[in-house]
T-cell receptor
Framework: SQKIEQNSEALNIQEGKTATLTCNYT??????LQWYRQDPGRGPVFLLL?????KEKRKERLKVTFDTTLKQSLFHITASQPADSATYLC??????????FGPGTRLSVLP | GAVVSQHPSRVICKSGTSVKIECRSL??????MFWYRQFPKQSLMLMAT?????????EQGVEKDKFLINHASLTLSTLTVTSAHPEDSSFYIC?????????????FGPGTRLTVL
């Protein structure tokens, strides 16, 4: 069955550094993958979508890569700020257009 | 744009009662809406997909008679938790897809915290 893993449950980094989050998927090949941010007690917010034919996508301080050979997507936040602290979820589509969300990585940016 | 609202944001009820949660797309039409459940420190689990005017499609392990979904219009879907029990206590989140969007992203509501005593 399809499986989605994110590198760690929690990640602590110092303000100003680059945070790198990993999403690995197995047993299928999604045509695209989305990343969401979720704050405690709130619904997820869409951040970026990257398609299988795109190696990299950027939006302000965010960068996403998609390696279909490794079956992996990397999510980077450069010049991280305490306000970036949240849980980040990767979500590739499965069986059509529904999504399965990864377990999420809880990022804490320390001042 | 692309705002999704949920009502209520928080509900506490007694065991055995039924609770209705509304999900509305405020500024777009959503042919498809999704209902998720999230337990503490866990990711979102898709419960069901509802398409306007047709029956919802439930994920494996989700009881359709317990979680009634109605998607009567392009801007409103409701989830009714029937005969709620303490184990149904969770954070319920809906999302909606704008059928005009090429990106296929889902827009999420703020969630409803259900506590069953």
């Amino acid at each position: 069955s399809q499986k989605i893993e994110q590198n760690s449950e929690a990640l602590n980094i110092q303000e100003g550094k680059t945070a790198t989050l990993t999403c690995n998927y197995t047993n299928y090949s999604p045509a695209y993958l989305q990343w969401y941010r979720q704050d405690p007690g709130r619904g997820p917010v869409f951040l970026l979508l990257i398609r299988e034919n795109e190696k990299e996508k950027r939006k302000e301080r965010l960068k996403v890569t998609f390696d279909t050979t490794l079956k992996q997507s990397l999510f980077h936040i450069t010049a991280s700020q305490p306000a970036d602290s949240a849980t980040y979820l990767c979500a590739p589509p499965v069986y059509g257009q529904n999504f399965v969300f990864g377990p999420g990585t809880r990022l804490s940016v320390l001042p | 744009g692309a705002v999704v609202s949920q009502h209520p944001s928080r509900v506490i009820c007694k065991s055995g009662t039924s609770v209705k949660i509304e999900c509305r797309s405020l500024d777009f039409q959503a042919t498809t809406m999704f209902w998720y459940r999230q337990f503490p420190k866990q990711s979102l689990m898709l419960m069901a997909t509802s398409n306007e005017g047709s029956k919802a499609t439930y994920e494996q392990g989700v009881e359709k008679d317990k979680f009634l979904i109605n998607h009567a219009s392009l801007t409103l879907s409701t989830l009714t938790v029937t005969s709620a029990h303490p184990e149904d206590s969770s954070f319920y989140i809906c999302s909606a897809r704008d059928f005009r969007s090429r990106l296929n992203e889902q827009f999420f509501g703020p969630g409803t915290r259900l506590t069953v005593l």
